[in-house]
């Protein structure tokens, strides 16, 4: 953040503000915390925000929302908080906001990018793991990586960007009949299940490299896939929750912004 911080400064001298618009829909708490958490951060550092909070809207409304948002100067990036609000299509959503702007990496077209190799917005939360990996030198060439979860905007895309690295990646959810022995092989472990302490320590390999994105509230509390306690004392490297994989993001998706206002003023 001290970095990105610097970066804004520069920008600012020569004129430029990043802005960053950020699109809540719907009245979850816990999304709505989640989101006021970026603004604060990205205002902390400089960045002009927008927070479109729109508890009731139509997918039309959402759609010239991000057209607008698009056409703005002031905007460089745009971040959509997924999931959406129950009966709004996510796929037409992320499509509708312009390659340039799409800083948190959720369009199909990113997705595309990132599978074929091709310079993209990487998705804010696989910018993210793979950041720590380089910030604390963990070297994960040859390594078989397993990845757990489906979403769209994390597990998927971090999957295709391990495509074009030298891992062998396997992708499988909590009900896949490969589960456990997955798991119990798996040399890096990057969970998505939403389920508190899902992953206790008789189910990983010593020397594991772990990294936990789930987000389980009970009242004010967060926990993670992960039993982190226990395998701790198993693995060579793991992310808490909170205070893991979530600052760093959030950290890469104005990294993102910021990039985008540079390159809107070539």
């Known amino acids: 953040m001290e970095e990105l911080s610097s970066q804004v400064d520069m920008l600012k001298k020569g004129g430029i503000t990043p802005g960053l618009a950020?699109?809540?829909?719907?009245?979850?708490?816990?999304?709505?915390?989640?989101?006021?958490?970026?603004?604060?951060?990205?205002?902390?550092?400089?960045?002009?925000?927008?927070?479109?909070?729109?508890?009731?809207?139509?997918?039309?409304?959402?759609?010239?929302?991000?057209?607008?948002?698009?056409?703005?100067?002031?905007?460089h990036g745009i971040m959509i908080q997924l999931p959406l609000a129950d009966g709004l299509n996510e796929l037409a959503a992320v499509n509708a906001i312009q390659p340039e702007k799409d800083v948190d990496g959720l369009s199909p077209n990113?997705?595309?990018?990132?599978?074929?190799?091709?310079?993209?917005?990487?998705?804010?939360?696989?910018?993210?793991?793979?950041?720590?990996?380089?910030?604390?030198?963990?070297?994960?060439?040859?390594?078989?990586?397993?990845?757990?979860?489906?979403?769209?905007?994390?597990?998927?895309?971090?999957?295709?960007?391990?495509?074009?690295?030298?891992?062998?990646?396997?992708?499988?959810?909590?009900?896949?009949?490969e589960y456990s022995r997955l798991v119990n092989n798996a040399d890096v472990l990057s969970t998505e299940i939403f389920k508190k302490h899902a992953i206790t320590s008789n189910m990983v390999k010593k020397g594991v490299i772990v990294i936990d994105n789930g987000n389980n509230y009970e009242g004010k509390k967060v926990y993670g896939d992960i039993d982190y306690e226990e395998v701790l004392k198993k693995a060579s490297a793991i992310t808490p929750v909170p205070g893991g994989v979530g600052p760093m993001l959030i950290a890469m998706l104005l990294k993102n912004t910021i990039i985008a206002a540079e390159k809107s003023s070539v």
Request: contains cysteine; neutral net charge.
């Open 22 to 75: 950020l699109v809540l829909t719907g009245s979850d708490k816990n999304s709505s915390r989640y989101v006021k958490l970026k603004k604060k951060r990205a205002e902390k550092i400089g960045i002009y925000t927008e927070l479109h909070k729109l508890e009731e809207t139509t997918q039309d409304n959402l759609i010239r929302l991000i057209i607008d948002l698009n056409e703005d100067p002031k905007i």
């Open 110 to 177: 990113t997705l595309g990018k990132i599978l074929m190799g091709e310079e993209a917005y990487m998705p804010a939360g696989v910018d993210a793991i793979l950041e720590l990996l380089d910030r604390y030198n963990i070297d994960i060439q040859g390594r078989h990586w397993v990845v757990i979860g489906s979403s769209n905007f994390l597990s998927k895309p971090l999957v295709a960007a391990l495509a074009n690295k030298n891992v062998r990646v396997s992708l499988c959810r909590e009900d896949d009949i």
